[in-house]
């Protein structure tokens, strides 16, 4: 069995693709109308109580219940894209988890939580920078060195 993508249900199709096009640079694999699928894995769906078979009003916007998380290699880069929609509900403001990923979360236009992240290469290279050894950076992040070294070397 292989996995194969991820559909949320959005009001207006063509609205949410230009959300995921010119904010997250998702490239379209297939369009199909009221589905439009991107190359990473993960589609768009308007009426998707018609494609699932269920009410209408079972459809809930906001239901804080998963959130769909993209990671970024310049992520204040994209926080300055992201001042760009005004109209984005932020989840709060950037916060630095404990092992040192800096991330943000919004609603996308259909009341999707969204989670855009420092890219964990990223994270490992700026402790570095700063002058952390990589057994620093194992302490501080609590992954081991393999899987640090896995991480810079993928």
């Not at 194969?4 to 207006?12: F, K, P």
């Not at 959300?19 to 109308?33: A, I, K, T």
């Not at 494609?51 to 998380?69: A, F, P, R």
């Not at 092992?99 to 290469?121: A, C, N, S, T």
């Amino acid at each position: 069995m292989n996995y194969s993508c991820a559909v949320i249900s959005v009001a207006n199709i063509g609205a949410a693709r230009k959300f995921y096009e010119d904010l997250f640079g998702l490239e379209v694999f297939q369009d199909y109308g009221r589905n439009v699928a991107f190359t990473c894995g993960f589609a768009l769906q308007q009426d998707f109580d018609w494609l699932v078979g269920i009410s209408k009003d079972s459809v809930l916007n906001k239901s804080n219940n998963m959130e769909l998380c993209f990671e970024e290699k310049d992520f204040d880069s994209f926080l300055d894209k992201l001042k760009k929609y005004p109209s984005i509900e932020l989840l709060g403001d950037v916060f630095e988890h404990s092992w040192g990923q800096r991330v943000v979360r919004f609603y996308d236009l259909d009341g999707h939580i969204v989670e855009v992240g420092e890219d964990m290469k990223m994270v490992v290279n700026r402790f570095l920078a700063s002058g952390m050894t990589m057994e620093e950076v194992s302490i501080r992040m609590d992954v081991s060195i393999e899987d640090l070294a896995k991480l810079l070397d993928g």
